[in-house]
């Protein structure tokens, strides 16, 4: 049988994803979030925005104030964001992937399938897609001491038992060339955040 390895090195292990319930914060992934804001306000042409996974909701709003935004997660957090923040739009995955710019931050690492989240995006209409996800070898330098703790990051499953997988720039740059036919900039930002953007001339 053809196992998909999603780019990762032969031994690598993942873990099933989990289905329990996730805490989200509003502080998680603020640099991420300012980044793509950053991005976004360089191209005069984005007016709308996407977040896929948005947790919380409440860096979407506060850094694409002034933005058409969506956001969508999973159906148990639907009723917080719609009465946390009433102007804004809110949905649940998966709706069409269809903006100027579509968000993805801190989701990848928790599927299953990874490559099905990413031929969804493929498929889609719209002008930047970043993704952002936890760089594997930076988690393993920076947050664990210990030789074997280090080891076992590197060779999976991560620390982290929420994550199925985690890959590093090069790896996660080899995965979505492969899916997208189109070589991604790479950028690390914080500790060991990997933001890998695409960028269409024009949507589809």
């Not at 790896?171 to 900039?185: K, V």
Request: proline letters at 5%.
């Amino acid at each position: 049988m053809n196992v998909d390895n999603y780019c990762l090195p032969p031994g690598y292990r993942s873990r099933s994803a989990s289905t329990a319930v996730l805490s989200v914060t509003d502080g998680a992934q603020t640099r991420v979030y300012r980044w793509a804001a950053q991005l976004a306000a360089r191209d005069p042409a984005i007016t709308s925005v996407l977040d896929w996974g948005c947790g919380s909701g409440a860096k979407l709003v506060k850094f694409f104030a002034r933005y058409d935004t969506l956001g969508v997660d999973l159906d148990y957090r639907l009723a917080s964001l719609r009465a946390r923040f009433p102007d804004r739009r809110w949905d649940v995955v998966p709706v069409p992937a269809v903006a100027d710019m579509l968000l993805c931050v801190d989701v990848i690492e928790h599927l299953d399938d990874p490559a099905a989240l990413l031929r969804h995006f493929h498929a889609g209409r719209w002008r930047h897609l970043v993704l952002a996800t936890p760089e594997r070898e930076l988690v393993a330098r920076r947050k664990y001491r210990g030789r074997r703790a280090r080891r076992q990051q590197r060779q999976g499953p991560p620390g982290n038992r929420w994550h199925t997988r985690e890959w590093t720039a090069s790896e996660f740059s080899h995965f979505l060339t492969r899916e997208f036919d189109q070589t991604p900039e790479i950028h690390l930002l914080g500790r060991w955040n990997l933001i890998a953007c695409l960028t269409r001339k024009e949507q589809r």
